[in-house]
Structure formats: C-alpha cells, structure tokens
C-alpha cells in the first residue's frame, strides 16, 4: 500500500491555521510539546559540539521554531513547495531567522560533517528509504553531533490506534486514508539496527502516549468527529505525555562517534 505524502503538498498551508485539519492540530497541540520538551532536556545535559541543526521534513516548521528560540542556528528540509511557504511566513511573521530549503531526506544537499545536531521527527514512517536516511543524517553530523527522532512502532497496538481507529473506522477516523501505512512503521530493534550500521549510538528511548484511559479518548476522537472539539481543547484532551510504553510512538536520540 503506497502512503499518501502529497497530503503534505496540498494541504501545506494549513500547518499554522486554527482551522488546520485535526492530524496538523494534533502534532502542533499534543505531540510537539512532549517531544520538544524531551529534546530540551537531553540538549541541557549534553555537550553538543556547536548550536548548529538540521530539521529534515520540518513541515510548517513547528519543531524548527522550537529550535531556533533556544538559539540554535536552523536550517530546515522538506520535499513539500507548500509547507515550506507556510514555514517561512511564520518564521519572518514572528522575527526567527530559519533557513528553509527543498530537499529530501534520501539525499541532503549538504556537505558532510555540517550540522551539530540533527532533528527528524514524524518522519522516519513516511520516507522511501529509511536505510538511506539514516545514513544521510550520519553523514552530515559532525562527530559527537546528536541525532533526534521520533516515529511509530509496528505493533498490533499502533495498527488499532494510528490505522484503524484514526484512519479506517467510519466511527472514530479522522485521518485521510494512507495518511500511515502500517507496514512502514519501524521497531526499535529495526532502527537501532540502522543507527548503529552508521555509527551512531543509541542513548534511549521513550514513548509517547496518553494518560486518558481508553474511553475517554475515544470520547475525545468522536468529539473530534462532531466537530465539537476546538484547537485550544485539543492538548489538555489528549493529553499526551513522555512514558515508558513504546508501543505506538517512541523517541530518542543517538550521538555519532568522535571517531566517524
């Protein structure tokens, strides 16, 4: 089954609107805040190199302006023309000096060595070639650089929450169809797996998940339906949060080798 990544092209200027679709409110409302809050952490700790970093697929850029308010000099890439144009207007409506560029994860138009730290998150599920992202992405970190994720299981459990229940049941979907395609998710002994063949080390991982029991998210999913929940509603009625369950969404985040 082919995923449907034109979405992003069609519907890219919608990444910063109130009226967005629920998947852009979603990531911007509830997935954003515990990821970037995760990375924020580990960057206060680490001894990162320099404050240079790469967003690959940064959509609207809702991770990329996190970045660049903490003082990283960004420079975001994505294959989508118009979620880049949303991505800049926000940028300069809202004074952050971002450097937005076209360009695919399989083939980084940079040279080696060239960014401190990488970040691709939401991503990893929807490219081509994960074997040679992983590898690009190693390629243009400079030794002892750290590289950010996160991305989706392949478990029984994300099949009923991120395919049927979001994307194929008539009674909670809100997903278009092939927004995510089951087959493309990537266990973590998978992507480690990766990692490691580019030297990069894994340091953690952890999962992101609910702390609503499952009825009332599935309230909260057919209140989405009805049209009855608004953007300012939707984090606190997911409320997402960094846990120990990997079995939907996890994150993480590895560091290359001095040595590579």
Known sequence: MQIDNEMYQIHGHEWWSEG??????????CMNP?????????????P???????????????????????????TGIDPATRSLEAARKH????????????????????????FDVVACCDVLEHVDDLSLVIREVARTLKPGGVFFYDTVNRTWFSK?????????????????????VWEKF????????????????NQELRGISSRKNPL?????????????????AIGPSFDLCETEDLRVSYMGYAIKSPRV
């Open 160 to 180: 009923l929450a991120v395919i049927k229940l979001s994307q194929e049941w008539n009674f909670t979907r809100w997903c278009k169809p092939n927004s995510h």
């Open 34 to 46: 515990v990821r970037y809050a995760y990375f924020r952490r580990k960057i206060e700790k680490l």
């Open 91 to 114: 940028a300069a409506d809202n004074n952050l000096d971002i450097d937005y560029r076209e360009g695919k994860g399989e083939a980084l138009p940079f040279p080696d060595a060239s």
């Open 48 to 74: 990162l190199p320099g404050r240079t970093l790469l967003d690959v697929g940064c959509g609207g850029g809702f991770l990329a302006e996190e970045f660049a308010r903490d003082g990283f000099a960004v």
């Open 216 to 232: 009332a998210l599935l309230a909260s999913l057919r209140a989405v339906k009805k049209g009855k929940l608004n953007h300012r």
């Open 20 to 29: 967005a679709s629920f998947d852009v409110l979603c990531l911007r409302y």
């Open 186 to 201: 990537i266990k973590p002994a998978e992507l480690l797996a990766f990692l490691n063949r580019n030297g990069l080390t």
